[in-house]
């Protein structure tokens, strides 16, 4: 008789919660990004002036070469150089030979793009000459310079 009972209770317990109504809810998850303006080199020609004969008429003729830059879509770009080992911030450029002679050179380049996304580059061009007057000044000897350029959004 309990068993029956308790069984009837059972039962009626399951009928009475059915027949309630569930309470529905929701909730909102915010999703959120913050993309950064990144600019990157992906390549830099060097600027090769090769073998210069102080004799021969100058300047000696100009050199090109390209430096690739990747950013994102529309981002404007900005190039800046340290003006070398042994010049300020854009220049003069003077390469030297270990000795403390200085080659003066001329160095430009494209200073400001905009970014067609990552995957595409931007090529900038980079230009320089020896003048005649700097090679006659200085005594023979292998010349070099290191210009580090940067890349600001």
Same mark, same amino acid.
């Given at each position: #008789? &309990? &068993?029956?009972?308790?069984? !009837?209770?059972?039962?009626?317990?399951?009928?009475? #919660? +059915?027949?309630?109504?569930? %309470? %529905?809810?929701?909730?909102? $998850?915010?999703?959120?990004?913050? $993309?950064?303006?990144?600019?990157? !080199?992906?390549?830099?020609?060097?600027? +090769?002036?090769?073998?210069?004969?102080?004799?021969?008429?100058?300047?000696?003729?100009?050199?090109?070469?390209?430096?690739?830059?990747?950013?994102?879509?529309?981002?404007? !770009?900005?190039?800046?150089?340290?003006?070398?080992?042994?010049?300020?911030?854009?220049?003069?450029?003077? #390469?030297?030979?270990?000795?403390?002679?200085?080659?003066?050179? +001329?160095?430009?380049?494209? =200073? =400001?793009?905009?970014? %067609?996304? !990552?995957?595409?580059?931007?090529?900038?061009?980079?230009?320089?000459?020896? %003048?005649?007057?700097?090679?006659? =000044?200085?005594?023979?000897?292998?010349?070099?310079?290191?210009?580090?350029?940067?890349?600001?959004?």
């Amino acid at each position: #008789m &309990k &068993k029956i009972t308790v069984w !009837f209770l059972a039962v009626g317990f399951v009928l009475t #919660m +059915s027949g309630k109504g569930m %309470a %529905a809810d929701t909730a909102n $998850v915010t999703v959120s990004a913050t $993309v950064l303006d990144t600019c990157l !080199f992906t390549s830099a020609g060097d600027l +090769s002036f090769g073998a210069i004969d102080p004799s021969v008429a100058g300047p000696y003729l100009p050199v090109v070469t390209d430096v690739n830059v990747q950013c994102g879509a529309g981002t404007a !770009f900005a190039i800046t150089d340290d003006g070398g080992n042994n010049g300020p911030p854009g220049g003069p450029y003077a #390469m030297d030979n270990g000795l403390g002679d200085l080659l003066t050179y +001329s160095f430009s380049y494209t =200073a =400001a793009g905009v970014g %067609a996304g !990552f995957g595409t580059d931007v090529a900038l061009g980079i230009n320089g000459s020896v %003048a005649q007057a700097a090679a006659q =000044a200085v005594p023979a000897d292998v010349y070099g310079d290191t210009v580090v350029l940067s890349v600001l959004p």
